[in-house]
């Protein structure tokens, strides 16, 4: 089988499951990860042999891959890396997969903030946005957050790799911040879970059957339940002055305002991401 062969034969079976532009671009990294090559090498000689390794070996490992992906499992994950902010991170189900936009959200920050700023990431997940953060502002000081140890494991491997200077601590965002994170900040930082539990069904199989569900899902009755939570632990962790970035659900975006207005937040900012979809929100804390 040639590596022409292995993508398309990859691109028929995920077709049920994507649209075909988006089959044809996971066949192809998986083909090309399998066959150990870069994608210009892919591109240059596709119908090189599809692996060295030829016979039953090779073609055990496609089908195991190719079943993986038929059952609905990221890519990423497959992989065990994604990218984000040109870097690569590692993921697994532990973490949720970095997503284009939360680097609008980084960018963000990264144009606000300048100096020896020090922010908190709170549920950082893989670590994307703290570590990215530090390696944008290299003057910033950067902490970060999450309830799950699994999670903390992942992103402190992942700053490590990438040589970013993080101080992680293990933190319930709904209760316990301002205690595990004692120290003044300039900015609070977060993408939190905002899916309402009512929008699971809806939600496309890959993300909804393979990505963790604390990560992903609040309460009906309580969708807001974090940001609340955090702009009130905000009142005492961050410096008059201070501000908060959320990246948001675009259908809580009305609600997110106006929770913050009552917490005696000011200058709130609303901004769409590049689909045009209200996803993140900066709000000052009086002087």
């Known amino acids: 089988m040639t590596r022409r062969e292995a993508i398309h034969a990859l691109t028929e079976r995920l077709v049920p499951l994507y649209d075909t532009n988006e089959a044809r671009s996971i066949a192809r990294a998986v083909v090309g990860h399998l066959a150990g090559i870069s994608r210009s090498t892919l591109v240059a000689d596709p119908n090189a042999p599809f692996t060295p390794a030829s016979g039953a070996a090779a073609e055990a490992a496609f089908e195991a891959v190719a079943r993986r992906l038929e059952a609905g499992e990221p890519l990423q ?27 609008e959200l980084v960018a963000w920050i990264a144009h606000d903030k300048k100096g020896a700023v020090r922010i908190l990431d709170i549920g950082t997940g893989s670590g994307c946005i703290a570590a990215t953060l530090v390696l944008e502002m290299p003057e910033a000081e950067v902490y970060a957050a999450d309830i799950s140890e699994q999670a903390l494991a992942v992103a ?37 879970p905002y899916v309402p539990e009512s929008d699971r069904a809806g939600m496309h199989a890959n993300v909804r059957d393979h990505e963790p569900a604390l990560a992903l899902f ?17 009142q005492k962790m961050l410096r008059p002055g201070g501000r908060l970035y959320f990246e948001i659900y675009e259908h809580a975006a009305e609600e997110v305002v106006r929770m913050l207005e009552e917490e005696r937040y000011t200058d709130t900012i609303l901004r769409r991401d590049l689909f045009g979809k209200p996803r993140m929100i900066c709000s000052k804390k009086r002087l």
């Open 77 to 103: 994950y497959l992989l065990g890396e994604a990218e984000f902010y040109g870097r690569s991170f590692r993921v697994g189900k532990e973490v949720l997969i970095p997503r284009p936009e939360t680097e």
């Open 218 to 234: 609040v309460p009906d009755d309580d969708r807001i339940r974090f940001y609340r939570a955090i702009a009130r632990a905000g």
């Open 156 to 192: 402190a491997e992942n700053a490590r790799a990438l040589g970013a200077r993080v101080v992680f601590r293990r933190a319930d965002a709904l209760k316990e911040l301002a205690e595990v994170f004692p120290e003044p900040f300039d900015v609070l930082v977060s993408n939190p």
